[in-house]
């Protein structure tokens, strides 16, 4: 089984010494390595194979059908994204690590949905830039690795290459793959990171763990758009994070409706699953709410100059959107407001942006403050029973 932290001693003296003898067995390294990643503030680390041959073929079929949307990177590998072999030549054994990334204290995420003057930021886009610090943690474990066993064949992954993460997650036994196609544990639900190790070594590997969603369809219900097709199918093309991060054009006029105050990322899905009940909190500094992000009001993020913003999202995922992306998202979200006269004047003064794209989405939104259009009744995660949050930390 890939290990939380519970079993292990915090002394790691007796490991180190059976490091510095002359043998060393797959066994006692393993051990020492998870040692190492619980030091280095991984929740919980697996080891797989490199066997993916049965999630290859979904991922074809994925793309097959389209609904990768303008994700051309996810095609572009070819083969490499669902064979770590052929990604990294040498490459024996994934070793798969996660952090927790809820943020302490964060405000009652169904709160800030409900509240259409105020932005709603995906819970993981509030701290620092998770590629970095996962990225920096997984590096000093390679440096680890290396100083027991000598040079070998490595490589650190944090979203930044073509990886099936999940499915690689999954077979070192982090969790199942739920019916919103995320990571779950039953221990701590979704909201943590993933990062991979690719090594040349072979280390002994972990189980996967038996599925847990039953009859469970709350996350399918739950998302605003419809982007959950079917069981562990999703047609990213509707999908919210998709829609205002990863799409680079017009938003379709048919689902800015469906944003509502969405402006980065959607959240819907993971706040809805019972299992989200045994999520921990996050405890790196790193993932605690920055730039005051959580919660403010459109108009002051819609107020922001692009120095601002390259101010406020320095070291922040947020930062690759661009500003004028950025301003997109937040005129659809002001054009699902309710009417009021301080969010027109604001989108009076852009209404000849410069920029193609802002005045379409400001125009757009002017035309719903203006006529006062009724606001559809949308499906989401305000009309299921709330799940509990992580609660916060007990004061040390």
């Known amino acids: 089984m890939a290990s939380g932290w519970a079993d292990w001693p915090n002394d790691g003296s007796e490991l180190d010494r059976q490091l510095q003898a002359d043998t060393i067995t797959p066994t006692a390294l393993k051990a ?42 996810m095609q572009r590998h070819g083969t490499r994204r669902s064979r770590p072999a052929e990604l990294l030549p040498g490459t024996l ?77 999954r077979n070192a036994g982090l969790g199942w793959i739920g019916k ?20 040349g070594w072979p280390l002994p590997v972990d189980a996967p763990v038996s599925e847990h969603c039953g009859s469970c369809d709350r996350c399918q219900r739950a998302c605003p758009t ?30 800015r409706p469906l944003l509502g105050n969405r402006i980065f990322g959607c959240d819907d899905c993971q706040l809805v699953c019972p299992w989200n009940r045994y999520a921990q909190v996050a405890q790196l500094p790193d993932f605690q709410v920055r730039e005051g992000l959580d919660g403010p009001t459109l108009l002051a993020l819609f107020d922001w100059s692009e120095a601002e913003f390259l101010r406020r999202t320095e070291g922040s995922a947020i930062r690759r959107l661009g500003h004028r992306r950025w301003l997109r998202n937040i005129a659809v979200a002001l054009g699902n407001a309710r009417p009021n006269e301080a969010i027109v004047a604001a989108l009076l003064a852009r209404e000849h942006d410069p920029d193609e794209l802002v005045r379409d989405h400001v125009q757009w939104a002017l035309q719903r403050q203006l006529h006062n259009s009724p606001r559809p009744a949308v499906p989401g995660a305000l009309d299921l029973p709330s799940i509990p949050i992580p609660p916060r930390p007990s004061a040390q």
């Open 226 to 255: 419809g982007a959950i097709v079917a069981p562990y199918q999703l047609d990213a093309r509707r999908c919210i994070s998709y829609l205002t991060i990863e799409l680079e054009g017009s938003i379709p006029i048919e689902l």
């Open 32 to 73: 020492a390595l998870l040692e190492q990643a619980k030091a280095l503030g991984f929740s919980a680390v697996g080891v797989s194979g490199v066997d993916l041959a049965a999630d290859e073929a979904k991922l074809w079929q994925w793309l097959q059908r389209g609904w990768h949307g303008e994700m051309d990177y």
């Open 93 to 169: 054994r994934v070793i798969s690590a996660r952090i927790d990334y809820w943020p302490a204290e964060s405000q009652p995420p169904l709160a800030l949905l409900a509240d259409d003057q105020r932005a709603y930021l995906s819970r993981y886009a509030l701290g620092r830039d998770y590629h970095k610090v996962l990225r920096q943690r997984l590096q000093k474990l390679a440096d680890w690795l290396q100083a027991q066993v000598g040079p070998l064949v490595h490589r650190a992954f944090t979203d930044s290459a073509p990886v099936l993460e999940k499915p690689l997650a």
């Open 180 to 199: 919103h196609t995320n990571l779950i544990d039953r221990q701590r639900g979704s909201w943590f990171f993933l990062g991979e190790l690719f090594v």
